[in-house]
């Protein structure tokens, strides 16, 4: 019932936000360690003669020899193993998914339920049909927006693996290394958003269909009796 679950699940999710996990002050907390060691410099004979550098270039020429070998880092294995994700993102992405779920489940579960509440279709007393048709447009909104959210954490691994690859084939480059743990607190913050959307979508929720509950059962008079 819809009625009791919806406020108990905003009580639920307003406790979650006042959850330590997702109030962390100083968000260099939640980094995550990169080890990836930058590697020793490669060191490239000097040539100072004209004429000696001009048969060494020979020389590889004839003897296959001159392919570039300087085209960035090979990366084989990872040291260590393999690269972890930030655990104590993944910790909270792995709290979150359910409430996403369950959000989307709901909100499919209610719209389904005034969807064959919406009585035939005659001319006139349409008022009641139209908030109905409200509701289920309000919760066909709120079912989409929860599920952009699970597109918006699949994105940040998919982001995040992408410079990791680039630590590991440009060691060097410090850049890539800030910009993931600025990624990683730009997730930490759109998932303590995330979560008070889920409260406020509750909420709202809640409020629309019980100010209206009336009507969307028996959106025409004349039609109570054959709703049920």
């Given at each position: 019932?819809?009625?009791?679950?919806?406020?108990?699940?905003?009580?639920?999710?307003?406790?979650?936000?006042?959850?330590?996990?997702?109030?962390?002050?100083?968000?260099?907390?939640?980094?995550?360690?990169?080890?990836?060691?930058?590697?020793?410099?490669?060191?490239?004979?000097?040539?100072?003669?004209?004429?000696?550098?001009?048969?060494?270039?020979?020389?590889?020429?004839?003897?296959?020899?001159?392919?570039?070998?300087?085209?960035?880092?090979?990366?084989?294995?990872?040291?260590?193993?393999?690269?972890?994700s930030n655990g104590n993102?993944?910790?909270?992405?792995?709290?979150?998914?359910?409430?996403?779920?369950?959000?989307?489940?709901?909100?499919?579960t209610v719209k389904m339920?005034?969807?064959?509440?919406?009585?035939?279709?005659?001319?006139?007393?349409?008022?009641?049909?139209?908030?109905?048709?409200?509701?289920?447009?309000?919760?066909?909104?709120?079912?989409?927006?929860?599920?952009?959210?699970?597109?918006?954490?699949?994105?940040?691994?998919?982001?995040?693996?992408?410079?990791?690859?680039?630590?590991?084939?440009y060691p060097h480059v410090?850049?890539?290394?800030?910009?993931?743990?600025?990624?990683?607190?730009?997730?930490?913050?759109?998932?303590?958003?995330?979560?008070?959307?889920?409260?406020?979508?509750?909420?709202?929720?809640?409020?629309?269909?019980?100010?209206?509950?009336?009507?969307?059962?028996?959106?025409?008079?004349?039609?109570?009796?054959?709703?049920?």
């Amino acid at each position: 019932n819809f009625a009791n679950f919806f406020p108990k699940k905003l009580l639920e999710l307003d406790a979650f936000l006042k959850d330590p996990s997702i109030n962390i002050v100083e968000l260099k907390d939640i980094h995550s360690e990169i080890n990836l060691t930058v590697p020793d410099p490669i060191l490239i004979p000097n040539l100072h003669d004209g004429l000696e550098a001009q048969n060494a270039k020979k020389r590889k020429l004839e003897d296959g020899s001159g392919d570039d070998k300087m085209t960035g880092t090979k990366v084989f294995v990872m040291p260590g193993g393999m690269m972890k994700s930030n655990g104590n993102l993944v910790d909270l992405i792995e709290k979150v998914k359910p409430e996403i779920r369950t959000l989307i489940e709901k909100c499919n579960t209610v719209k389904m339920w005034v969807q064959l509440l919406i009585p035939r279709i005659e001319d006139g007393n349409n008022f009641g049909v139209s908030i109905q048709e409200e509701t289920v447009a309000e919760l066909r909104t709120v079912e989409g927006e929860a599920a952009s959210y699970l597109d918006q954490i699949s994105r940040y691994y998919i982001t995040r693996a992408k410079l990791v690859s680039k630590i590991a084939k440009y060691p060097h480059v410090e850049d890539y290394r800030r910009t993931v743990t600025e990624i990683d607190e730009k997730e930490y913050i759109s998932l303590k958003i995330i979560v008070s959307e889920l409260r406020n979508q509750y909420v709202t929720l809640h409020d629309m269909i019980l100010k209206n509950i009336e009507k969307i059962k028996r959106p025409r008079s004349s039609n109570s009796d054959a709703l049920y």
